[in-house]
């Protein structure tokens, strides 16, 4: 169980990794400070919705994963 627990973990971090780095944020720190012309929180759809929300349920999944790893 916890060499299961160790290699979930692994997966679910390398997949959190090329989420979040596939996730597309404008045009870097120009967007930041006004440049980029679409607002500072832009509306996702398609496709970087579901980016999005499959980051975030990983994300939740790596913490649930990092405490059964704590308790076993």
């Known amino acids: 169980m916890e060499k299961f627990l160790i290699l979930a973990q692994i997966i679910v971090a390398i997949l959190l990794i090329v989420f979040i780095l596939l996730q597309q944020r404008g045009t870097a720190l120009g967007s930041a400070f006004g440049g980029g012309g679409g607002g500072f929180y832009g509306t996702r759809r398609g496709i ?3 980016i999005f929300w499959g ?7 790596f913490i649930t994963l990092a405490l059964l790893n704590l308790i076993f």
């Not at 980051?55 to 999944?61: F, K, M, N, R, W």
């Open 55 to 61: 980051s975030v349920i990983l994300g939740a999944l």
């Open 48 to 50: 970087q919705k579901k």
